[in-house]
Structures are given as C-alpha cells and as structure tokens.
C-alpha cells in the first residue's frame, strides 16, 4: 500500500525510540522507502547504525554539516518526503513543533516540509496530561498534523496511563489507512513489458591509455531502471563505464565505446517494448586509435574525428520499433532544440534538460525535465532523480498505453 512513498521517520529521545526501529521495517515491508532522521538525544537510546541497516539508507542527524547538507541537505530531504511521521515525539520535541522553532535537523525539516506530517507521542502520562501539552496538541492538530496515539499502559518509568507510544503495527496501519497516502505511484503500471535502457557515458579510445570522454554519471539511467523495476517491466540496462550499482534483478550489459553501446542496444531494441535512450553518446569518435601512445610532440596536433552512428535515430526506424524515448540536454533553446529531435528522430518521447546550469544536469542529484510528444507536453519539476525517473516512467506508461 505504500509502494514507491518516500517516508521520513523522525526520532526524537524518548525510550520508545527502540520501537521506530520495528517500524522502519514494516514501512519497507509496506513497499515504501525510508529515511531516518535522528535527534542528538534520540541516539542516546538507539544507534543510528540500526536505521541504517534497516532503512537501507543513511541516517541524518545534522543540520549545521556542510557534507550532510552536500549528500542530502534539509531542504532537499523535505522535498524528497511524501510523509513525515515522528515517532517518538517528545513533549519537547512537540512544544517545538508548535512554537516553530527549528534548532536542530528534524525540527527544521518539520517547518520545511509541505507534506502530510504525523505524530506520534511518547511521554509519562504526567507529562501527557499536562496542559500545555494538551495545548501543543490542540494547536499541531489545528495546523493540519494527525496525532497518532498515545496509547494507555504500563510506562517505562512504572507508571500507568496515556503517555505509551502506539504500537509500530497500529502506526503502519494508520499511514496505509490514511487516504491521502493511497498510492497513486505507478504501480505496476508495466507489469509484464520489457524496456531496453541505455545510460552512462562512452568512452572512445585514441590510443591504449587515453579516451575521450564526457561529464554523465549515469544517475538518471540507474534511476529510471530502478523505477521501471519498481513499476514491474522486466529491465535491460546498456550502460557506460559508471560507479553505480545496478539492480540486482536487472540484466545489466556493460559496454565502454559508443559503437559498442549501438550494437548492444540495436541487436535487443526490437524484442523490448519500450527503449529509453538516457545514454551522453559520444557524437564522434578518433577516426584512428593508434595502437601506441602518443608522443608528446608538436605545440599543437590535430585529432581526427569520425561521426558515431546516432543509435535512437536508428531504434527509431526499425520494423519493429520499440516505443522510443529520448534525451536532450542542452545549454540554450531547450524547446526548440527537444522539439527539432522529437521529430527529425521520429521519436515517442523526448525528455529535455538544461545543463551547464548550477543545479542540475549531470553528475548532480536532483534536475528537471521538459518532457515533449507530439500533441503535448509535461514539466516535471525539479527534484531528485528517484522520484524524477518514477515520474517519467510513469508518464511513459500513459503515453505508451494512449498510442499502443
Ligand atoms: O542529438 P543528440 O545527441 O543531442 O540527442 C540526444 C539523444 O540521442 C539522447 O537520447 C542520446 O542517448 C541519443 N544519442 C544516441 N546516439 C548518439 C548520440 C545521441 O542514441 N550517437
């Protein structure tokens, strides 16, 4: 039910802060992804290496950490958020949250983040029940938080009464109850269909140790292949020479020169249904790779270029095309240049980017699209490529299933 959901999980210091660990898991067990955020005090009760083992991703606990802010600074993590859901909250952490006051990470993400945010106190019923907690409350529910719990029982501290966080099951159950957490993610909205992608850089040799590259990480490739995954297809990647992993139930081909990448991709583009060209193809090649270094001589020296063969104009004109999608990443008249190669290529889709650009593009986390067909067109916003490449698709499987 949470397929695909991009889930925060804020721990704040409470005792109950061991049970956020059993609903992390549930959480992935529910199809979502999960990232955790940890207050100072939260990690005197549980260690972050625990989230981390089962969340699978890094656990955040800094706010003021210039390589934090780098990998995944607050802003971006409250974009990335579907839902925040802070389990424990501590009576501080929620006298916090209602006053607005952001000193540290989870507090500021909390102001941050414009998606559904839910609570889940944990305290002694003393505490619980005290009236400014009530108000805290009051006024969270009155901005638009949905309070989970608490529960009444016996307390770690030997008392009895409400102050017991809800048991991780009854929060999980709460999340995929809620409607506005229905998935509309692409659920297996390529069930059974088989996409070729290509991605990644090329390399193309001009003698036996140098090579003449560009700047792609291949992050967008790896990432539409993870969501097309995700969205059931059985998946192809032809990929450059990357420093990625790929999906364990992909087929990965590995390829380096830009000839290689066309024969990869031509001799499987017609048994695939659709071929998502994400590659940076060189456009030309050494028309010779000399078979020994070459000397240091002259000022100046000339290399002698040689066109590549443009493997999506090819796809393209098979028999039996595969419903083709390509790329455009361009510096200037990113419209006009997108539109010009949706059709001189013949292509389904172009997805165009800006590049050159100080966010965005390649080797960065995050970019945006201008997606182009023939009778329409789509932004999609920028953001991480996670979530960009699960928008894509998704768009693809609408416009693949309108034509086809
Ligand atoms: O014409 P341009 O290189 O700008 O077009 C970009 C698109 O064409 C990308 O989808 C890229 O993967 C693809 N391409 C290709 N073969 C080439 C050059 C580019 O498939 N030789």
């Known amino acids: ?8 999980l804020g721990v704040s210091g409470g005792i109950a802060a061991y049970k956020a660990a059993e609903l992390v898991r549930l959480l992935r ?13 939260a990690m005197q009760f549980i260690a972050p290496l625990t989230f981390q083992a089962l969340s699978g991703n890094p656990v955040h606990s800094e706010l003021l950490d210039a390589d934090a802010e780098n990998a995944m600074g607050h802003i971006s993590l409250a974009r990335w958020a579907d839902l925040l859901i802070i389990a424990p909250a501590t009576a501080n952490l929620i006298a916090k949250l209602t006053h607005g006051l952001a000193d540290d990470l989870l507090s500021t993400l909390y102001l941050a983040a414009t ?13 619980w029940n005290k009236t400014v907690t009530q108000e805290n409350i009051e006024k969270l529910q009155h901005h638009g938080v949905k309070i989970i719990g608490p529960e009444q029982g016996d307390q770690a501290c030997g008392e009895t009464g409400y ?11 709460y999340l995929t109850d809620a409607p506005e957490n229905q998935s509309s993610s692409p659920v297996q909205c390529l069930q059974g269909l088989k996409v070729l992608i290509s991605t990644g850089p090329t390399r193309e040799p001009l003698d036996p140790v140098r090579y003449l590259t560009n700047r792609s990480s291949g992050k967008m490739g790896y ?16 990929s450059g020479p990357v420093a990625l992993t790929a999906p364990a139930n992909c087929e990965l081909v590995p390829v380096e020169t830009a000839a290689q990448m066309y024969e990869a991709v031509m001799s499987r583009a017609s048994g695939h249904t659709i071929y998502i060209g994400a590659a940076a193809v060189a456009d030309y090649s050494p028309a010779i790779m000399q078979s020994e270094k070459i000397k240091k001589q002259e000022e100046q ?3 002698i270029l040689q066109k590549t063969k443009d493997i999506l104009a090819d796809v393209a004109k098979l028999d039996k095309r595969p419903f083709t999608v390509g790329f455009a990443a361009e510096t200037h008249n990113l419209e006009t240049y997108a539109r010009d190669k949706l059709v001189r290529k013949k292509l389904d889709m172009i997805a165009a980017n800006w590049v050159g ?4 593009g390649f080797d960065s986390e995050q970019n945006a699209l201008h997606v182009f067909w023939e009778s329409g067109e789509k932004t999609l916003a920028m953001t991480d490529k996670t979530r960009l490449a699960e928008q894509l698709i998704s768009l693809i499987a609408e416009r693949f299933f309108i034509k086809s």
């Open 223 to 238: 990432a539409l292949a993870n969501a097309a995954l995700k969205a059931g297809a059985e998946v192809t990647l032809v």
């Open 29 to 41: 067990k529910q199809g979502a992804e999960v990232r955790v955020v940890m207050t100072k005090s």
């Open 301 to 303: 020296t000339t290399i």
């Open 1 to 8: 039910m949470l397929i695909n959901k991009h889930i925060l």
């Open 115 to 127: 998606c559904p945010v839910y609570v889940a106190p944990a305290m002694n019923q003393a505490m």
């Open 163 to 173: 102050g017991r966080m809800s048991e991780p099951v009854a929060i999980c159950n």
């Open 357 to 360: 650009r100080e966010q965005g």
